[in-house]
């Protein structure tokens, strides 16, 4: 059985860089058949896809948030990373990460197992 768990801080300053950490178990984040995404949802807002990190760590980013956006991996623990600079309150926002099959090499945009969320506050 496959898990994502979110960690981090919950409450962040404006102006701070977010860092937040997924890690998974019950398969790698090589495997070449996933991919590996974060994704956020504002209150009372919809999903906002952040960006995503291949099987061979390339990496993929909304348009959104590239400037201010990265994301790593630590094969070595299974996790990959998030983190968003020049946080501001609209930043705000439950933070997800989530795995998404391949078709062959072609992303499905869908997604099979997802954490559970974490609540990141941007106040001062």
């Known amino acids: 059985q496959v898990q994502l768990q979110e960690s981090g801080p919950g409450l962040v300053k404006p102006s701070q860089t977010l860092s937040l950490t997924c890690t998974v178990s019950?398969?790698?984040?090589?495997?070449?058949?996933?991919?590996w995404s974060w994704i956020r949802q504002p209150p009372g807002k919809g999903l906002e896809w952040v960006g995503v990190?291949?099987?061979?760590?390339?990496?993929y980013y909304s348009s959104s948030f590239k400037s201010r956006t990265s994301i790593s991996r630590d094969t070595s623990k299974n996790q990959f990373s998030l983190q968003l600079s020049s946080m501001t309150p609209e930043d705000t926002a439950v933070y997800l990460c989530?795995?998404?099959?391949?078709?062959?090499?072609?992303?499905?945009?869908?997604?099979?197992?997802w954490g559970q969320g974490t609540q990141v506050t941007v106040s001062s």
């Open positions: 990190i291949l099987h061979d760590g390339r990496t």
């Open positions: 989530a795995r998404e099959p391949l078709e062959g090499s072609v992303r499905t945009g869908t997604y099979d197992y």
């Open positions: 019950g398969g790698s984040i090589a495997t070449s058949n996933y991919t």
